[in-house]
């Protein structure tokens, strides 16, 4: 006597053959995006691989490529640039000597800060501005031989 229910058994229909899946899996496997996968294409997109070279070493299309890793090809070097300095921080909390050293020097590599200035038109006469603030106070300040200059291209202008 055998039990319907036994796993060694397949299931059967009424002509006896085996019940297959609905779903036939032929084709290629669809691509699988894993943390993995994604530091490794950061990691060659920040060394200037081409998208064909890193495509190759990942094992898919480069069309494949750019669908699921676009943030990573883009901003390889960031993403790199950002774990690194989290690895380091979270050293330096440690009290890692030499990361401290490290960390202090990277941050005296990058641009000062922006001085702070007070509001107020007074307090800004002779301090850097802004590009665009920078225009239009040189817009309402013409420079003295502005109007020689129009003068000179309307004259030419009758001379033809």
């Known amino acids: 006597m055998s039990d319907e229910n036994s796993p060694g ?9 085996p019940i297959l899946p609905l779903r036939d899996r032929r ?28 495509a190759e070493a990942i094992g898919c ?3 494949t490529l750019r669908k699921h890793f ?3 090809l883009h901003g390889g070097a960031l993403i ?12 330096v ?4 000597t030499p990361s401290i050293r490290a960390l202090q020097d ?12 007070p509001k107020g038109d007074e307090a800004n006469e002779g301090t850097p501005r802004g590009k665009k603030e920078q ?6 300040k013409p420079a003295a031989g502005y109007g020689e200059l129009y003068d000179r291209i309307r004259g030419k202008g009758r001379a033809q």
């Open 93 to 96: 909390r440690e009290g890692h």
């Open 27 to 54: 084709g290629r496997p669809s691509f699988a995006k894993t943390p993995e996968n994604q530091d490794f294409v950061a990691v060659r997109a920040a060394a200037n691989w081409s998208h064909k070279a890193i």
């Open 9 to 17: 058994l397949e299931e059967r229909d009424l002509f006896g053959n």
């Open 106 to 117: 990277r941050l005296d590599r990058t641009a000062p800060p922006a001085p702070q200035t």
């Open 80 to 91: 790199l640039e950002g774990l690194c300095l989290d690895v380091l921080m979270r050293k």
């Open 61 to 63: 299309d480069e069309k």
């Open 70 to 72: 676009s943030r990573e």
């Open 135 to 140: 225009r239009l106070a040189d817009a309402a």
